[in-house]
C-alpha cells in the first residue's frame, strides 16, 4: 500500500514507519484532508494522512522523494537568505545606534 510499505511519489519499497500506519492510511483514503485534484497535483500516489499534509511531508516516502517534498514545503534555501539578511539588518541598526549614542 502506498505510503505504508511503499513510498507515495514514486513507489519504491520502504519501512513501515509503524503499526498503526496501515489504519491511518485507510482513514485517509476513505475520508482525504484534501481534494483528490491537490494530492494527484502534487505527484502523489495516494491521499496524504492529516500529519503527511501538515507536518511531515516526507512521512511514507523514500529519502529522495521525501527530500524533495520538504524542500518544496520548507524552502530551506530561501528561508537560510531571508534569515541571514534579517541578522544583517538588525546588526545594522544596533551598530548605528550605538555608532550615535552621546558617549
Request: hydrophobic share 45%; net charge positive.
Amino acid at each position: 500500500m502506498f505510503g505504508v510499505d511503499q513510498c507515495r511519489v514514486c513507489g519504491k519499497p520502504i519501512v513501515v514507519r509503524s503499526p498503526e500506519a496501515v489504519t491511518e492510511q485507510e482513514k485517509a483514503i476513505r475520508n482525504p484532508v484534501v481534494p483528490e485534484k491537490v494530492w494527484r497535483a502534487a505527484g502523489l500516489l495516494t491521499p496524504p494522512t492529516p500529519m503527511q499534509w501538515r507536518k511531515n511531508p516526507a512521512d511514507g516516502c523514500c529519502g529522495p522523494c521525501g527530500r524533495r517534498l520538504l524542500r518544496e514545503k520548507y524552502k530551506t534555501g530561501l528561508r537560510f537568505w531571508l534569515l541571514l539578511g534579517g541578522m544583517i539588518a538588525v546588526a545594522a541598526v544596533v551598530i548605528a545606534v550605538v555608532k550615535f549614542l552621546p558617549h
